[in-house]
């Protein structure tokens, strides 16, 4: 009779045991998660992250704290993310492009296995852009033209990747470009829109200059066509064999657990349904909105790092500023 009850409760602690875990594993969130975007407040990644935030919010029933950590295109955050160990609490929203040529450019603490990729949100809208009453005019053609009659020419660039684009159409064009490093679209919008720069790289913020016509895009880097600016050719209708298409996506640390990864899946493919986010997204920032699984993200990650390797061999290794 004692050993029965013995066992009765071993099985009842047992039982409760397993209980209480997976109520902890269904608990997550419990505390305020932490919403890191790499680049500089006031770009269009920024602008995006802080509604998409808000968003997540309801969703999860916590607060979504939003901290811009930028430099290195993107890397500072990525590396701090990979060392982080709060097991899904802490998320880096940004662009593919950070991870996939990142670690090919130069020495970094991370690499693509080193995350979980829980979702893309966006198409990216990338582009060559430059300003207003340029004495090229606002065509790809043009700009050409001028740079190679004028050495020296100014490019505002962002990320690794955006310089390895230039450096290739450089030595493609037979220019010679002084490249000006800058933080983000909010440190490259006021070189472009004083004339500081000639042209540059936008990830995004040239869509809040739409209707303006304060910073005209030169050339899409986006897979097709940019949505608001459709007679800017594409990398390829231009002549470069280069896919640079980009998506925005959030991203976790590896060993962050398959539920949280799941349930934070869960509240992003809402997001991309909610009407807040459509409207910053579609309407402000002009990026057409999506939702890609983790499988498909990590897939077609895998499938760039591999495009750009082969470009970075054709160029004889990482451009030198």
């Known amino acids: 009779m004692k050993l029965k009850l013995l066992g009765t409760a071993i099985l009842s602690s047992a039982m409760a045991f397993g209980a209480a875990g997976l109520a902890q594993a269904d608990d997550f969130p419990s505390k305020p998660l932490t919403l890191v975007v790499g680049f500089g407040a006031g770009g269009s990644t920024d602008i ?17 704290n939003v901290v811009n950590q930028p430099g290195a295109g993107g890397g500072v955050a990525l590396a701090r993310l990979a060392n982080n160990a709060d097991e899904g609490y802490t998320v880096v929203f940004g662009t593919s492009m950070t991870i ?4 090919l450019s130069t020495e970094t603490t991370y690499e693509l296995d080193d995350f979980r990729y829980v979702a893309g949100v966006t198409l990216g809208q990338s582009a060559i852009v430059t300003g207003e ?17 004028n050495p020296g020419t100014s490019y505002a660039t962002q990320t690794a990747l955006d310089r390895m684009i230039i450096e290739y159409i450089a030595r493609q064009e037979g220019l010679d470009l002084r490249i000006v490093p800058t933080s983000g679209g909010a440190g490259m919008a006021p070189l472009i829109l004083s004339g500081d720069v000639d042209f540059g790289y936008s990830g995004g913020t040239h869509s809040g200059y739409a209707d303006s016509g304060e910073m005209p895009v030169l050339l899409s880097l986006a897979e097709d066509r940019l949505v608001a600016f459709p007679d800017a050719p594409t990398l390829p209708e231009a002549g470069y064999d280069i896919n640079a298409a980009e998506i925005r996506v959030v991203m976790v ?4 657990p398959d539920d949280r990864v799941e349930r ?9 349904r909610d009407e807040r986010f459509i409207e910053i997204t579609e309407e402000r920032i002009l990026m057409p909105v999506t939702y890609i699984p ?10 760039q790092i591999e495009g750009y390797r082969t470009l970075l061999e054709e160029l004889g290794g ?4």
């Open 100 to 103: 996939t040529f990142g670690p």
């Open 264 to 272: 934070l899946a869960e509240a992003l493919e809402a997001a991309t």
């Open 133 to 149: 009453d340029r004495a090229f005019g606002d065509t790809w053609e043009g700009l050409i033209e001028y740079a190679r009659e």
């Open 318 to 321: 990482v451009p030198e500023d």
């Open 253 to 256: 640390p590896k060993d962050v």
């Open 48 to 64: 995006q992250a802080r509604v998409l935030a808000n968003v997540l919010e309801e969703n999860l029933g916590q607060p979504v």
């Open 294 to 303: 983790e499988d498909e993200v990590t897939q077609t990650l895998r499938d």
